[in-house]
Every structure is written in structure tokens, then in C-alpha cells.
């Protein structure tokens, strides 16, 4: 049985990428019967029935989370391995191709609560950023809206986080430097993972620093044999 209309809330950091993705899931909502209220930070929380927390930094305050029934967050990783921050990003460094996506119930403990739904990204391991972030901008709507879809079902087989924990520490510019005495090949998953705009790759070399950018280009045809370059 799904949710019936409620008042939620949407509270993502003012500049996450995920926001030029979000109007696509509020639409979906609004279809649904539910009011939206879209905010960037949780001192504009207000007493409500369900908030999201996507791609949100911040932690709440117990006062904060007792503002609605239920307080949500999407995590790419299978929890309680993958605790913290940039989780898919570690992830494609460390080679993973099948990033698992876990909705979850907020506490006042990081990214501990209860798991509602859990789902996959695959990935073929040539994707950067701007491509994996929209399989995973994908996935994040399609969990919250199977939440509300299936919301008696889904509160019924909610399970308790089990096993060992692993934790992520926040990504820094310097994660972006390459090394140049390894090759292009042995780094292509930190290209993956670099901002090109905010977190740029760089290399340091011969006592200066060199910015450097990736972007995908369409592949050139065969030239035949003794052809002149186009």
C-alpha cells in the first residue's frame, strides 16, 4: 500500500550536483498527491511526515529529526560497510563495478538506522563522473519512490544493520593528484572520479603544478593506410 498524501520535505545541500536531478523526482511526487517542500539547510526544517535527505552533509539534531515521522537518506554503499562520506567514490577507486544504493532510516548516530530497500549500479568501468552521477542520481529516485509506493510493505520488512562497520573519510583536492611516474592506465579510475570544475585532477612535476581535465570523445574512425590526417 503506498503512502497516502503527505506533506514531505527535500533537503539537500545547496551545492550538490544531485539538485539539477531533484525537479524530476518533485514532479514525480507532486503526481503522487504529496506537497513538497524543498530546502538547503536544517535550520529551514518544519514539523512534517516524511523527509529526504539527499545528498545532504549535515547531520541532524535529535530536535531536527523528531520534526517528521519518518527521515530517509540515500547511501551507495552496503551498509553498515561504507559508512561516511563519497561512498561510490571510494568505491570505483578501489575497482568495484556493482555499487550497491541502500535506502535507509535517519538516527542520531551516522548512517546507522534501519534499511528499508537496497538496491544496485552497475558499472562498466569507463564511466566518469558526470555518467556514473546519473546512474546514481537514477537510483536515488527510484528508491524514494519505491519507498512511497510500497510504504506498508516496505516499513513491514525493514532490517536492523548487521555485521562489521567500515567507515569513509571525506574526499580532499589532494585525492585528485595523479602520479606521474605510474601510467594513465593504472590512474584511469581517479580520472573517473574527478570534478573538473570543483576538484580537478593535477600532477606536480619538475616543481610546478599542472591541472588537468577528462572528458569522453567520440571515437575517430580507421584511417586507411597512407590516408592524410582529417
Known sequence: MALAPSRLTLLSDASSWLN???PQL??????????VRWIHHPTDLAPGDVCLLLSCGRLLSPDQLALHRHILVVHES??????????????????????????????????AGPIYLQHTIDLQGTELVEEWRALQAEATIALCLEWLDR????????????GEASHYRRRRP?????????SLAEQLNVLR?????????????RGRRYGLQIQP???RSPQPPGSPLP
Open 78 to 111: 552496503a551498509l553498515p560497510q561504507g559508512q561516511g562520506w563519497s561512498p561510490m567514490t571510494w568505491q570505483i577507486l578501489e575497482g568495484a563495478s556493482q555499487i550497491p544504493i541502500t535506502l535507509f532510516e535517519a538516527t542520531a548516530a551516522l548512517d
Open 20 to 22: 539539477d536531478d531533484l
Open 151 to 162: 510504504y506498508a510493505e516496505v516499513l513491514a520488512h525493514a532490517l536492523p544493520q548487521q
Open 174 to 182: 589532494a585525492d585528485s593528484e595523479l602520479d606521474p611516474q605510474r
Open 193 to 205: 572520479v574527478v570534478d573538473n570544475q570543483r576538484y580537478p585532477a593535477f600532477v606536480e612535476l
Open 217 to 219: 570523445a567520440p571515437l
Open 26 to 35: 518533485i514532479e514525480a511526487l507532486w503526481r503522487r498527491g504529496h506537497a
